[in-house]
């Protein structure tokens, strides 16, 4: 049997409509939902499903509704394969997806995990109010290109990188002057265009401070265990399993820009033969392909 890993996406992947047909389909995925609802205090499926997109794409509601979209989505696969599960050597989250991650390993419960990304999502959101600012990707340029150009646009306002994501893809966060800016010379520079992400902030840079500091609170009240798979960091693209070490990188993630290239040649150096992609979107298939062409990828959609 394969080696396998199991990838989970993060913020940016929501879309109206996500988890309808699959909560119709398996009621343990509708079982999640109901749970999320007597813990976050709202119908989380309703939104997912019928929107209005602008309540979906506010950070306080899409962290929460694409965490448990993409368990909903795992609870799919654990009927479809159920044989898969056993070739799990390692798990992986884009950003936000390393707390789904974290549950699928059995380092946080369900409940206490989305206690804690509610906490993130309110976090980030507040911290993005307070400092009008976004992030945007910049497709086609290498990466000595974009750092100069960092430099160059950081005259209008923060700008840093927030997700080295694959090669001739790479996420900039900052002020929204800045990110004006920086999508002016990436095309003068030749790049192939940019993209504005639906997110609220400037994520992954020290604009959200105010954020880690309520997450280590919201962490220090909830129990993590050793995953039974080890789960790869954002911060240092490495795997943990010792739970003081997980419990310290998803603190530091807030501010730290996600290595996620990084994390899929290490994996794809360790032997893992396999990827699922599980939950909203296809993002992440897009991106190791970047990095491996000849990846085999399979998506579990939410």
Known sequence: ?????FLFPGQGAQTVGM?????????????????????????????CVNGPAERL???????????VASLAALE???IAEPDAFPSVVAAAGLSLGEYTALVFAGAMTFDDALRVVQVRGRAMQDAAEATPSGMVSV????????????????????LEIANYLCPGNTALSGALPAIEKIEQLAVQKGGIRTVRLAVAGAFHTNIMKPADDKLAAALAGVAISSPTVPV??????KPHTDPSEIRDLLVRQVLSPVKWEDTMRALLADGVERFYEIGPGRVLAGLIKRVNRKTDIRNITA
């Open 76 to 78: 799919q696969l654990k």
């Open 139 to 158: 497709l086609g340029l290498d990466l000595p290109d974009i750092e100069a150009l960092v430099i160059e646009a950081r005259t209008a306002g923060t």
């Open 57 to 67: 794409n506010a950070t306080d509601i899409s962290q929460p509704a694409i965490f």
């Open 19 to 47: 988890a309808g047909p699959l909560c119709a389909s398996f009621p343990t995925a509708k079982t999640l939902f109901d749970r999320a609802a007597a813990i976050l205090g709202y119908d989380l499926l309703d939104i």
């Open 1 to 5: 049997m394969s080696r396998l890993a």
């Open 232 to 237: 790869w960091s954002n911060v240092d693209a």
